[in-house]
């Protein structure tokens, strides 16, 4: 099995900056593309950022230049930087890694329990 267990969230003021961490553990062979969604409430799901093996980065327009992915293969962990926070960022945060747990096993995607980031104006 595996686990992802996120850290990291919380409440901030505008302006002000928040480091989202995603540790995966369990059976893991391989990690493919590691990223982080979001939830507003009413609002769907929507993709922040993700970030490949070889570490080539997708970010949505609303958090290009403010928010940078980062992982740590040895770690098997992502990280969220989140500078210039709005309240529009405000949501619950979800940590989705797609990963190998065997050699020929398929690639399957796994997902965090979510974090709640809130940001005050």
């Known amino acids: 099995q595996v686990q992802l267990v996120e850290s990291g969230g919380g409440l901030v003021q505008a302006g002000g900056s928040l480091r989202l961490s995603c540790a995966a553990s369990?059976?893991?062979?391989?990690?493919?593309?590691m990223g982080w969604y979001r939830q507003a409430p009413g609002k769907q799901r929507e993709l922040v950022a993700r970030i490949t093996s070889i570490r080539s980065t997708n970010y949505a327009n609303s958090v290009k230049g403010r928010f940078t992915i980062s992982r740590d293969n040895a770690k098997n962990t992502v990280y969220l930087q989140m500078n210039s926070l709005k309240p529009e960022d405000t949501g619950v945060y979800y940590c989705?890694?797609?990963?190998?747990?065997?050699?020929?096993?398929?690639?399957?995607?796994?997902w965090g329990q979510g974090t709640q980031v809130t940001v005050s104006s």
């Open positions: 989705n890694v797609d990963l190998w747990s065997a050699a020929y096993s398929p690639l399957s995607s796994y």
């Open positions: 369990g059976s893991i062979f391989g990690i493919n593309v």
